[in-house]
């Protein structure tokens, strides 16, 4: 079960230490994820040049790689950096944005898996399913099945990889491939906001940054967006409005208030 | 004229079946568009990379190509995935952004024309007439003109392409070089939303992928995004406000509230 | 000290003359430096094609280089830009993003600064001062020291470049190597909406477009963005409202009340 104390210390920690997470990342997700890093208490850099991402990784607390907008020249900074970073026992995060939609995103999924060794690999539930079977596919890069589903694919891919395996979705669940554990907040709203997901891998990032534990990291940062999205959700008028409302929410929400609404 | 209750069909149609719009885009609007597709019920991609964009392509509903800020990579992903798109019958739509500003842009516009064949080219007056006549100039990616002064040059573009054409601006044009219908609704400021264009394309295409009439298709999709507009821009503060509430109108507005305020 | 009724008269002509504002900038930057820019009545263009960024600066009324997500390939197209632009005696504004943080970064600002000779220079204390001495380390792309600490970097960059230098901070300074000014307007929630520092340097190149004097026209542009700060900043419930209340503000704000709240 998640501890509350250690929820809201990690949150505290985020705001204190304001990590800096290297962001290499999709075009669609580089605005909100930065402006969700910043409300939240992180440093977010983006920055994909094979010139420098070794240097820039080298000084943040996490890398979080994101596939959702790849092609062959930002692949090969993404391995430079990803290889640097874990090498040096820093933290890496996979997002595999679309695994299964093309052959070529679940390649590049697992040649950034084998040769990166991310800490933590954060997903919708087809994406993480069409990393453990060659015969799921995904509708573009939304999921196509329900979290519930992916358990078992979380489970396999943790114990494969060595990774914690986030599936995100109406339930989220996070694994090492031992333990399971679920969060059940959020709103139905959030899917309609895009990059919603890559968000919470950044925000994976910067927790995991500032928690060792890439277990326990990991849970909390996703219980921060689902509590987040769920208070932003109160009252919105839509999608647009929840967007906003969301960053809002990260720069106000106390680990009182988290503590508080979190449920698993 | 305008069917209304084939316009309530077929935005019933895009929340029902949630076309999967593969859309290879610019920088400035891919957020925007990508939020724009989900509240309407659609599911967007975003994807670039010369080794996926033709399974992409194969399995979207519609693939919007959108050259705003065109490179000569990216212009060969979009040939690929506009070649393989309409050599299968798909539906390829052309945003021309900034024909006529620079030589190269024009010349990109007519290349992706004559290889990709596109079943609909949306752009603002300048780029519409800037297609049709070399002695057009836009300043940048605004209009320089009204849309009345491109109804001729996108009949002319219609014939000679067999695309449907669509002019957006303060009376949109869409026709098919024979027919010429016009929509009249819209706010003064939604040209102060960057990137609003560019998302009219992305709807078009979200239309035409659940109706494969192109040009009612072109119809229904301006029809919504000048009626949302419209409505959003009610007692907004200014532009950010109607980047917002423009998302959250699309999400909520309903079939009959589409019917009852279009205008032609 | 600056001088209200200019103040006034150049907010006027931004909205009057509506300058093309070609800006070749980060990702992160791109949506919301446009939408910026078409608040206040300017008209923005992103473009970094190698085949057309001479032609695009060639007709824009400033060049806003900003090397947030640089890469080897954006690179020559920047310097083939402002190489064009400053040869033709034209605007080329430098924001030298993340400078400090990696050696590349520096480096690469560096050579636009001997190739291009920007007109401005904006940045960050760290950025300001890492240009200046190779000791400063920055902290990804947010400054780790406050404005103050760079006034003299700044004054030794422009007299060492010629070029007028604007340190942002919670106070700024504009200076030409022999004058500097101050403003004191803003907010602390400035700086947690990403790009904001992005976007006055687009806003430095739309005044300096419409004004020939670049330290007045840096001066100006930077005291619209404090005053649209903290104005927009008053009552909102974050920094994700504190984006879209500063872009309604752009819109809003007229030269009187501009004048009235701008502290030096």
């Not at 959702?68 to 092609?71: A, F, M, N, V």
């Not at 959020?186 to 906001?193: C, E, I, K, T, Y």
């Given at each position: 079960m998640l501890n509350k104390e250690n929820l809201k210390r990690d949150l505290a920690l985020v705001r204190e230490k304001s990590p800096l997470v290297h962001n290499i990342t999709n075009y669609v997700a580089m605005n909100f994820s930065a402006n969700a890093l910043l409300a939240v208490g992180a440093s977010p850099v983006m920055a994909h040049a094979a010139d420098e991402v070794a240097a820039m990784a080298g000084i943040a607390g996490a890398l979080v790689i994101n596939i959702?907008?790849?092609?062959a020249e930002w692949v090969e900074s993404m391995i430079i950096a990803g290889k640097s970073k874990s090498s040096a026992g820093g933290v890496v995060v996979l997002d595999p944005v679309g695994?299964?939609?093309t052959s070529y995103r679940t390649e590049v999924a697992w040649r950034i898996i084998e040769d990166c060794h991310p800490t933590i690999i954060r997903g919708n539930a087809s994406e993480i399913m069409a990393l453990v079977s060659a015969d799921v596919k995904s509708?573009?890069?939304?999921?196509?099945?329900?979290?519930d589903a992916a358990v078992d694919s979380a489970t396999m891919l943790a114990k494969r990889t060595g990774a914690v395996v986030v599936v995100s979705g109406e339930v989220d669940y996070v694994t090492d491939g031992e333990r399971v554990e679920t969060l059940r907040n959020?709103?139905?709203?959030?899917?309609?906001?895009?990059?919603m997901g890559c968000t919470a891998s950044s925000m994976v990032g910067a927790f995991a940054a500032i928690n060792s534990d890439a277990f326990e990291a990991s849970l909390h940062a996703m219980a921060l967006m689902g509590v987040a999205g769920e208070v932003a959700a109160k009252?919105?008028?839509g999608p647009g409005s929840l967007l906003t409302a969301f960053v809002d929410t990260l720069y106000n929400i106390t680990g009182d208030e988290l503590a508080d609404i979190v449920r698993q």
């Open positions: 959702g907008t790849l092609d695994a299964g939609a509708k573009g890069v939304d999921s196509s099945c329900s979290s959020g709103s139905p709203m959030m899917p309609l906001v895009t990059a009252g919105v008028a």
